[in-house]
């Protein structure tokens, strides 16, 4: 079988869109949504699967996107921050809490995190303390002491209950 | 760091990823990629070409063999950690796999990536060593299985060629009304554990116990059984004392030292885990 080092096109869907790009095998998802399709809401931060910065949903499940090739993927719906909010204006409810409850300082962890929890919101509408800590457990937050960010998840997640009564 | 410069296939069948290892020098089995990922980040591997097997459906699997328990290399974590099947037959894995790494790495980790990393105090090596796992390898040339005692070859080093891979484990479920307890130390919830214990036992018709394993993780190079400790509780009906004597002889095991952690903290670590492994395995346990 033929092998290349270099760089190919690849195809997949980010936030719901068909993208395309090219990227060489050792490129990371995490770089190739911030070089390739100026995703830079993603953020890398140890490239080692430790600190959480960069999580996206691949599939609908959390994932390191710096311990997975870009080439890997092909054929892959991927989800990043970029995807949270409906439009500019509105923020999504797990934004709009961090945002009113101070869940964030320097901002750097915060989209890994804001796209675990909304893998945990979409399995569990009404997840309890523990289990949101668990969650954060994969996530390194060196600012704000992790109180206001698991209140803020509890906090979007009543919010996401109270939006989807109303919407039933 | 970034990754260095390599070769990349994603072969659609196992035959074909065979066939990739058998005609590619230096090539590496990329699965979850949770570590070898990180250790191309880090510039710890140097691999010429990437075999990725993510996309060889018939490595992923869950399968009910009867006696046995058969799991694909290739399936992730979280399957196992959300299986009914091994939530019923196989509870120390399920236990242990909680402590693998996060729910985000536990998503895309593998069974057989965990295995063939081979780190010492990884869960899935620990148990399948608790477990008497049969490990199943194939190559281009045929399959071979081989017991998880001769796996490890030394340190993070399976006993696999060149152009081997790890298919599958085989592990056999102990009987109904065995006790079981997975238990490790970190600094903190989803580390590595500085050491772990996994303990099964079951008690005979004469309340003793007449079957009993013991395994040690991540105080030596690779998971390690304790002998001495189970024939100490076998024939007994573990009381007190028993307990202690078994422990005991954990914490005699000859525990390495790094430098962020020394053996005899690793042995005094093996002696409280397996003493309390071993009294939660008790309670679960129908005597």
Request: charged share 20%.
């Amino acid at each position: 079988m033929a092998t290349t080092q270099d760089p190919r096109p690849v195809h997949l869907s980010v936030n719901g869109k068909p993208c395309q790009g090219m990227a060489a095998p050792r490129l990371h998802l995490a770089d190739f949504l911030r070089g390739e399709l100026k995703l830079t809401g993603t953020h890398v931060g140890c490239e080692h699967g430790v600190c959480g910065a960069c999580t996206v949903l691949v599939d609908g499940v959390s994932a390191r996107s710096c311990l997975m090739l870009a080439v890997q993927g092909e054929g892959c719906a991927i989800t990043t921050v970029e995807g949270l909010a409906a439009d500019e204006h509105e923020l999504h409810p797990l934004q709009q809490a961090f945002h009113e409850l101070h869940a964030l300082q320097c901002g750097f962890c915060t989209p890994g995190i804001l796209m675990s929890l909304s893998e945990l919101l979409a399995a569990n509408p009404d997840p309890d303390e523990d289990t949101v800590r668990d969650v954060l457990s994969g996530h390194l937050c060196r600012c704000t002491g992790y109180q206001n960010i698991v209140a803020a998840a509890l906090r979007a997640a009543r919010l996401l209950r109270e939006r989807d009564g109303h919407a039933r | 760091m970034k990754a260095p410069a390599v070769d990349y296939v994603a072969p659609r069948s196992l035959d074909e990823a065979l066939q990739c290892l058998a005609g590619v020098d230096n090539a590496r089995v990329l699965a979850g990629g949770q570590s070898l990922m990180a250790m191309l980040n880090m510039r710890f591997a140097f691999p010429d070409c990437l075999v990725d097997i993510n996309r060889i459906p018939e490595l992923a699997y869950l399968r009910d063999e009867g006696d046995t328990i058969r799991i694909g290399a290739m399936t992730r974590q979280r399957d196992v950690e959300f299986s009914d099947l091994v939530r019923d037959r196989l509870p120390i894995l399920r236990e242990a796999i909680l402590n693998v790494g996060h729910r985000q790495t536990r998503n895309r980790g593998t069974v057989g990536g965990s295995l063939c990393q081979l780190d010492p105090s990884a869960e899935i090596p620990t148990i399948a060593m608790a477990l008497d796992a049969q490990l199943h390898v194939a190559s281009a040339a045929g399959t071979r299985s081989l017991a998880m005692a001769d796996f490890p070859a030394g340190y993070m080093t399976p006993a696999l060629e060149a152009d081997e891979m790890l298919v599958g484990v085989s592990m056999q479920p102990w009987e109904p009304g065995h006790g079981w307890s997975f238990l490790e130390f970190s600094r903190r919830h989803g580390d590595f554990a500085i050491a772990s214990a996994a303990v099964l036992l079951r008690f005979g018709p004469d309340a003793r116990v007449d079957r009993c394993s013991i395994t040690l993780g991540g105080v030596s190079t690779a998971p390690v059984r304790m002998g001495q400790a189970e024939q100490a509780l076998l024939g007994t009906k573990a009381e007190a004392a028993d307990i202690e004597r078994a422990a005991a002889l954990c914490g005699a095991v000859d525990a390495s030292s790094d430098a962020y952690v020394p053996g005899w903290y690793r042995q005094r670590l093996a002696r409280v885990l397996s003493s309390r492994a071993i009294t939660r395995a008790l309670e679960r346990a129908t005597r």
